[in-house]
């Protein structure tokens, strides 16, 4: 996946994609009570990279998830899925939003980047 070059629209269009997120490498020798928002913010910049878009949208249930331990105790890794959308209103931010959702697993083993449904 490369970078989005100057003046050019934006190749993507409509995708999904699920990704497993490594919250403990984001989060290391990060103080105590900043570990769970530091994650937030971790996935949302990995959304705005992998996605190409500045709006980027947190399901309240990969919120929850996140913080289902407390601020300090976060899962290790996360499987999160991301769906590149087009916007219904226009306020400037471009014509595409990502949503950030979770994505339940048993194991994290073998998993790889996987293109699902649009």
Known sequence: MGKKEKGKPNPLGEVSRDYTVNLHKAVHKETFKRKAPRAVSHIIRFAQRNMLTEDVRVDPQLNEAIWARGIRNLPRRI???LQ???KEEDDGKGKYYTLAQ???????ANLKTEITKA
Do not use: M, Q
């Open 79 to 81: 499987r999160v899925r």
């Open 102 to 108: 979770y994505v339940p697993v048993d194991s994290f």
């Open 84 to 86: 590149r959308k087009k």
